[in-house]
Nanobody, 124 residues
């Protein structure tokens, strides 16, 4: 079982940057695909958008909505997942969740563990 705890959310103006972190603890965390999802205000958990994923070999994949602006990375020694977010837009406002999946499908149903999330608000 894994425990995921996000941090780094906050409020910034459009065009600004934030870096989110996700502390990962538990058994064999390195075998999981680690993912970032976001849930926009007023939407339910099943409407979360998968925005970035990184597998155990370092391969990454991004949603088109964030590609070129967001970068996912991980520090395997410290078991921390990061999401660097640049050129933020008001539509990026959401609660950002860290997730882990044993099988890398990058789908909502494929997630095995969720963090509780950290809120990001972008003002215009």
């Amino acid at each position: 079982e894994l425990q995921l705890v996000e941090s780094g959310g906050g409020s910034v103006q459009a065009g600004g940057s934030l870096r989110l972190s996700c502390g990962v603890s538990g058994e064999a965390p390195s075998i999981y695909c680690m993912e970032w999802w976001r849930q926009a205000p007023g939407k339910g958990p099943k409407e979360r958008e998968g925005i970035a994923t990184i597998d155990s070999t370092g391969n990454t994949l991004y949603a088109s909505s964030v590609k070129g602006r967001f970068t996912v990375s991980q520090d395997n020694a410290k078991n921390i997942l990061y999401l660097q977010m640049n050129d933020l837009k008001p539509e990026d406002s959401a609660t950002y969740h860290c997730a882990a999946a044993l099988i890398c499908t990058f789908t909502y149903s494929g997630v095995d563990y969720w963090g509780k999330g950290t809120a990001v608000t972008i003002s215009s």
